[in-house]
């Protein structure tokens, strides 16, 4: 409700003037048209409140001009002469025209444009509204006969009419000032919500896009690594059989092996990713296959030799705990590096593995002596998704030339730190 009344201001602000016009300014005009003064007068007093009481329907939608006509009309019904009337007679005597049932209309917009002007309107309808108060109390302290007729003498009753035009004042601004106050305070509200949404959205989009390179650097290891392997072994079986058909077997198996395992690890990140996005596995499925881990490096070794490519795996240190997403990462970066072996090196190079394990962490370096070109261009996918996973784990990696020959890939891989639980118990 409250939103429809802020979209259509017009129209509870007439209701408004409508109800308003319809209780006090009957009484009003009775009184003004039953006084002595001329016609013309009279007939100028009438229209004067009339519009004062349609200014209430333009309260909100245009305070400030509303405002200053009622207080024009306030200030013409301080300085005419008392009404004295036939309806004047009879409430007791004559009677001050800033008295009439419509001067409450005054409140009505002060109240407006204390909540609903922009500064610095509200302190200026505030002054001079005081500045009017001032005005009512010395017109109704001055000698007349409102004054001398006995119906507002003593200082009490005149110290009390004083203090109620200071409230009459200093209510609806302050009331006006808090409706102000508050819808500010709601639209921060609104704002900080609205904003709050927007970087919702943006932390999504930026995780959905996080999401997708993770996925381009898991597929492309695992395909790279296993088309190479397969045309590897399928280029040297091809030769092989033309001396040795029997050798066609061997190799057969190798390219099976090879694809089975590629399809093992593409299965799994397919599950992990359909695990992510509906929450459970709804297939009916068993849990997706395991990431492979350094526990796998041995296998991943003998399939590169097998491929035609001799590899030395080395070791040094005592073994320390990577966890799941740097054993991931250390197996990643070895395959990522002999692929690039198998592809790049050359017919008849060789390779190295190294794993030196030091208080900070894993260095991983692997080496070989072909005369290929460079591993990789700077921009291949290949070297950025490994640089990627380090980077994320807060590690490094170094690629270049070795001497006297061949290339040289060197990441670190710190040890994790530990959990806040494990850190309280130590």
């Known amino acids: 409700m409250d939103a429809w009344v802020r979209d259509r201001p017009l129209v509870p602000d007439v209701a408004m003037a409508v109800v308003l016009a319809a209780v006090l300014l009957p009484t009003s005009a009775r009184v003004v048209l039953g006084a002595t003064w001329p016609v013309g007068g009279r007939v100028a007093v009438l229209f004067l409140m009339v519009l004062a009481h349609a200014a209430v329907a333009w309260r909100r939608v245009r305070p400030v001009p509303a405002f200053a006509w009622v207080a024009v009309v306030m200030l013409v019904l301080v300085v005419v002469p008392d009404v004295d009337g036939r309806e004047a007679v009879a409430s007791g005597g004559p009677l001050p025209a800033i008295l009439l049932p419509t001067a409450l209309v005054f409140p009505v917009l002060l109240y407006a444009v204390a909540a609903h002007a922009h500064p610095p309107w509200p302190l200026a309808a505030l002054a001079l509204s005081l500045a009017g108060a001032l005005a009512t109390t010395i017109r109704l302290w001055s000698p007349g006969q409102w004054a001398t007729s006995g119906s507002f003498q003593g200082y009490g009753l005149r110290l009390f009419i004083a203090g109620a035009l200071l409230a009459t004042v200093l209510a609806p601004w302050a009331l006006g000032r808090l409706r102000r106050v508050r819808t500010a305070y709601v639209a921060a509200l609104e704002e900080r919500a609205a904003r709050a949404e927007e970087d919702r959205r943006r932390e999504a989009a930026v995780a959905a896009a996080d999401e997708r390179e993770r996925i381009a650097r898991e597929m492309h290891d695992v395909v790279a690594h296993s088309l190479s392997v397969i045309v590897s072994q399928a280029e040297g079986g091809r030769l092989a059989?033309?001396?040795?058909?029997?050798?066609?077997?061997?190799?057969?198996?190798?390219?099976?092996?090879?694809?089975?395992?590629?399809?093992?690890?593409?299965?799994?990140?397919?599950?992990?990713?359909?695990?992510?996005?509906?929450?459970?596995?709804?297939?009916?499925?068993?849990?997706?296959?395991?990431?492979?881990?350094?526990?796998?490096?041995?296998?991943?070794?003998?399939?590169?030799?097998?491929?035609?490519?001799?590899?030395?795996?080395?070791?040094?240190?005592?073994?320390?705990?990577?966890?799941?997403?740097?054993?991931?990462?250390?197996?990643r970066v070895v395959q990522e590096s002999l692929t690039n072996v198998v592809k790049h090196a050359g017919q008849g190079a060789r390779a190295e593995v190294r794993f030196a394990w030091k208080p900070y962490g894993l260095d991983i370096e692997v080496l070989d002596d072909g005369d290929g070109p460079a591993s990789e261009s700077p921009g291949g996918r290949g070297l950025r998704g490994m640089r990627e996973r380090l980077e994320l784990l807060g590690g490094s990696l170094e690629t270049g030339r070795a001497l006297p020959r061949g290339h040289r890939v060197r990441a670190t891989i710190p040890l994790p730190d530990p959990s806040p639980s494990e850190a309280i118990h130590d």
Do not use: C, F, I
């Open 241 to 331: 059989a033309v001396k040795d058909p029997s050798a066609a077997a061997s190799v057969l198996q190798t390219v099976s092996d090879t694809g089975r395992e590629a399809l093992t690890e593409m299965r799994g990140l397919l599950g992990l990713l359909r695990h992510r996005d509906d929450g459970a596995n709804r297939s009916g499925g068993g849990p997706p296959e395991p990431q492979p881990s350094l526990a796998a490096l041995p296998e991943l070794v003998t399939r590169v030799r097998q491929s035609g490519t001799p590899v030395t795996l080395r070791h040094e240190g005592t073994p320390g705990e990577l966890g799941r997403q740097g054993e991931l990462t250390a197996y």
